[in-house]
């Protein structure tokens, strides 16, 4: 008996600044590979050639002074190359794809934190993915004062401080209840996790909502069922199990 390879899965990261997405995506890649399965770690904006250039103009100077509008548009092009170039396929191939931010980040930051209107917005989210949704999104819900205090430590550190984090605290808790709203909106898509907690206990939060979405596809590789996992077997879709 071996596995048929299915389409692959399509998991995004959302939430503030210094919520910890980064290291949740990495440990999670880490996890899935472990089991053998391919994975696709990317993220919005710049996981293109044009993306690198976008990434640039949108958060790499505070010359530019842009209106939310113009930063919808541009992370819309980022966006639109991001899923034909990387996304579709690598899940056409059976890849996991881990995507640190995609649309509901639009959402949250030009909608709720920029006041744009939420259904123009869906309406340029859907030609920039085609119509194209995650399986899953994990929200690692954090207090901005929090998110923000954190973000300025690790600037120390050398990290990255962007012109989203120069913002109002107040845009911040628009943004932050933005994405909450959106969670509650659609609950079967959604994971929020409190990332307040340490490291370990959202990373096995992420891995229990993780393991149903997975299914027991195993692309671009065959395996016998004994040597899968146990939930493996028993999440398994009936059709992509062939004698
Ligand atoms: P990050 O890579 O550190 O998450 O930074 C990306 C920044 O871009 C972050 O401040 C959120 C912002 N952003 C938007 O405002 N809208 C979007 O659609 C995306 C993908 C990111």
Redesign the pocket.
């Known amino acids: 008996m071996a596995l048929q390879a299915r389409r692959g899965r399509f998991i995004t990261f959302e939430g503030p600044?210094g919520c910890g997405?980064s290291t949740q995506v990495r440990l999670l890649r880490g996890r899935l590979e472990a089991l053998g399965r391919p994975v696709t770690q990317t993220?919005?904006?710049?996981a293109t050639a044009l993306g690198v250039a976008v990434r640039q103009l949108?958060?790499g100077t505070d010359q530019l002074q842009l209106v939310p509008e113009t930063?919808?548009f541009l992370?819309s092009a980022?966006?639109a190359q991001h899923v034909a170039e990387v996304i579709r396929p690598a899940l056409a191939a059976g890849h996991v794809v881990l995507s640190?931010?995609?649309?509901d980040?639009?959402l949250?930051?030009?909608g709720y934190?920029g006041g744009m209107d939420l259904t123009s917005l869906t309406h340029l989210a859907s030609i920039a993915t085609g119509g194209l949704a995650p399986d899953l999104t994990v929200l690692i819900d954090l207090d901005p004062t929090i998110s923000l205090a954190r973000r300025h430590a690790s600037s120390s550190a050398g990290g990255?401080i962007?012109r989203?984090?120069r913002r109002a605290l107040a845009f911040h808790h628009r943004v932050r209840e933005g994405f909450l709203m959106l969670a509650a909106g659609e609950p079967d898509r959604f994971i929020v996790i409190d990332g307040a907690l340490g490291v370990e206990e959202v990373a096995e939060t992420i891995w229990s909502a993780v393991q149903p979405t997975l299914g027991g596809q195993y692309a671009g590789r065959t395996r016998t069922a004994a040597q899968l996992p146990l939930f493996d077997v028993t999440q398994f879709e009936l059709c992509a199990i062939v004698s």
Request: proline share 4%; net charge negative; hydrophobic share 30%.
């Open positions: 600044e997405k993220r919005e904006p710049g949108l958060l930063e919808a992370l980022d966006r640190d931010r995609h649309v980040s639009m949250a930051y030009q934190g990255e962007n989203f984090d």
